[in-house]
Structures are given as structure tokens and as C-alpha cells.
């Protein structure tokens, strides 16, 4: 079942801050987050494990709900670098292959 | 440090025609995913290996599709017969192991066009 991605797409300024939503109708054991340029392949930012955990790097971090089987990529002063489509990946019990949503489309401009 | 590797880039081919994209996973890691993706579209599972195994192809097209990783060599995704449907880019990621600790590694993908 593919997990629902909302925004679909948002437009930012510079140091703006955006919340991009993942939610699936399965249970899930992780949700991974993803960015993809333009042309170019997806690159992994992180992994959030059941337990309700919270992660982050730099001004990208992001919360796991397991309960309400819902993921949540915190994205706080954005920068132009931060341009590109996200995917949530998510992982249900059995070890299976990461099922993504369809993006979320992201443009920061100056 | 390499990354993962698909081949080639781009891809041309006639329908009817076969369609071969290749993919090297990152060094040391021995599990294989292959996703297609079409424009404004999410990645698309198709099948996951590991080495001379296909541990699930829920996601391929019975027909006309094969894929494979041999002990040696790089994984394989086959096209037969190629149709205008079969357009897309096609993506190859690896991890060291499955399970839910491993991000995945995605190489620059094979841009397949069927004219």
C-alpha cells in the first residue's frame, strides 16, 4: 500500500520553514526519507524506527508516529539547497522493500 | 568510494526490441532493488535480490521482464519486446543487508525511451 504524501507541492522563500506529512494505512516498522534533484538519483537523509522517535541533522529532522502510522520531515530555515522532491520510503514488518509515496515537491526561492 | 552504478545513462530502443540495464551496487553490499519511475510519479517497486537470488518480484510485470544478480557481475533488469509503456527511469538502489536499520543507496538511473 503506498503511503499518501501531503503537500503535494510548496513553494518557500528563503529561511521559511516547511512540514512535509507521510501517511500510511499499514502498520510500519520504519519510514525513510528521501531527496531527489532534479536528473539525478534520490539520496537518502534518514531512517525513523518504531518507537516513536524523532531525528535530525543540521535544519532537517523529522518525527515517526507509529501509532497513528503517520511520518512527519521538519524542514526549518530553508535554503536554496533544499530545492527538490522528498519521498517518504516505508518499511512494514518481514523485512520487504521500501513501498515510497508519490513526492513532495519542494522550491525555495530567493 | 563508488556508489551504486547503473548503466547506460540513457537507453533508446524500438519497439519490439530488448532493453538491457545494468546496475553495480556499492561494494560489500549484497542486496539489489530495482524501482521505475515515470514523471511527477513516486518510485515504483519491481523486485529485490540478492546474490544468484530474487527474493521478491511482487512488483515486476510477469511478462517480458526478468531480472538477475549473479555471484559475479552486475545485476541485470531485462526488457523484451519493449513497448511505448515501458518509458521510464529506471532506478537501482543496494543496501549491506535488508532490514529496517539500512538506507538505501540509489544509483543515477537508466532513462529508457521506446520510440
Known amino acids: 500500500q503506498q503511503p499518501v504524501q501531503s503537500p503535494q507541492a510548496v513553494i518557500l522563500r528563503e529561511g521559511e520553514d516547511a512540514v512535509i506529512n507521510c501517511s500510511s494505512s499499514k502498520a510500519l516498522y520504519s519510514v525513510h526519507w528521501y531527496r531527489q534533484k532534479h536528473g539525478e538519483a534520490p539520496v537518502f537523509l534518514m531512517i525513523l524506527l518504531k518507537g516513536g522517535e524523532q531525528k535530525g541533522h543540521d535544519k532537517i529532522s523529522a518525527s515517526f508516529n507509529e501509532k497513528k502510522q503517520q511520518s512527519s520531515l521538519y524542514l526549518t530555515a530553508s535554503q536554496l539547497s533544499?530545492?527538490?522532491?522528498?519521498?517518504?520510503?516505508?518499511?512494514?514488518a518481514g523485512n520487504t522493500p521500501l513501498?515510497?509515496?508519490?513526492?513532495t515537491r519542494l522550491s525555495v526561492i530567493a | 568510494?563508488?556508489?551504486v552504478m547503473q548503466n547506460p545513462r540513457h537507453l533508446v530502443r524500438r519497439r519490439g526490441q530488448e532493453a538491457r540495464l545494468r546496475c553495480s551496487p556499492v561494494k560489500g553490499h549484497s542486496h539489489v532493488y530495482w524501482y521505475r519511475q515515470l514523471p511527477e510519479e513516486g518510485l515504483k517497486f519491481m523486485v529485490y535480490l540478492q546474490k544468484e537470488n530474487i527474493i521478491d518480484e511482487s512488483g515486476m510485470p510477469k511478462e517480458r521482464f526478468?531480472?538477475?544478480f549473479p555471484k559475479e557481475g552486475p545485476s541485470i533488469l531485462r526488457i523484451q519486446q519493449v513497448?511505448?509503456?515501458?518509458s521510464a527511469a529506471y532506478f537501482c538502489a543496494s543496501s549491506p543487508r535488508q532490514g529496517h536499520y539500512y538506507g538505501y543507496t540509489f544509483g543515477s538511473g537508466t532513462r529508457l525511451t521506446v520510440v
Request: aromatic share 16%; with cysteine; glycine share 26%.
Open chain 2, 83 to 86: 513497448v511505448r509503456g515501458d
Open chain 1, 99 to 103: 513501498v515510497f509515496g508519490k513526492g
Open chain 2, 1 to 3: 568510494n563508488a556508489g
Open chain 2, 66 to 68: 526478468s531480472a538477475e
Open chain 1, 82 to 92: 533544499y530545492s527538490g522532491t522528498y519521498f517518504c520510503g516505508t518499511e512494514g
